[in-house]
């Protein structure tokens, strides 16, 4: 084995290993903070539109087994509404007042089983944007509470499911 000598040019690492936490998140292939929070605000419109579905929902229910559903979904709702209002916050963003297009299309059926089923359609399509987007979240605390609402979900399509079928 030679010794290097001084004519030997110095090899310098531009970006050591050891420094790729320091990356931006994007960079990474995260979603960026603006994305995130634009992520967080589209759940936080579809949540609002499906409690307050929700709560119409119970009263049109008048005591039958959707009453205890929507009630359920209505609670769940609102946890989730808290919950992504906080990170939309602490991402430096403002929540969205907005509600989501649910709610219209949801109001417009007349029959109480259409308006579940809808319901239980926008509940699935918040499903899949929390499946689309968990991989790409970086934060751990943030992640781990869009997977609990993502079973959530899950829970509450299921059980919608069975509870239309029973009254069809």
């Given at each position: 084995?030679?010794?290097?000598?001084?004519?030997?040019?110095?090899?310098?690492v531009s970006s050591p290993a050891c420094s790729m936490h320091e990356a931006d998140d994007a960079y990474m292939g995260?979603?960026?903070?603006?994305?995130l929070t634009a992520l967080l605000n589209?759940?936080?419109e579809a949540e609002r539109a499906a409690g307050r579905?929700?709560?119409?929902?119970?009263?049109a229910a008048g005591g039958s087994p959707i009453t205890e559903l929507a009630r359920m979904i209505q609670r769940d709702e609102a946890r989730w509404r808290a919950m992504l209002i906080q990170h939309i916050v602490a991402l430096g963003g403002t929540p969205s007042s907005k509600v989501g297009a649910l709610y219209d299309k949801a109001t417009a059926a007349a029959d109480l089983g259409e308006r579940i089923a809808l319901l239980n359609r926008g509940q699935g399509w918040v499903a899949q944007k929390l499946r689309e987007a968990l991989p790409r979240v970086r934060d751990d605390r943030l992640r781990a509470d869009l997977a609990e609402m993502l079973r959530s979900h899950e829970d509450n399509t299921a059980?919608?499911?069975?509870?239309?079928?029973r009254n069809s």
């Open positions: 084995m030679t010794k290097p000598s001084n004519d030997d040019a110095t090899i310098e995260f979603l960026g903070k603006d994305e589209e759940l936080l579905v929700a709560i119409e929902s119970t009263h059980l919608a499911d069975g509870v239309v079928a």
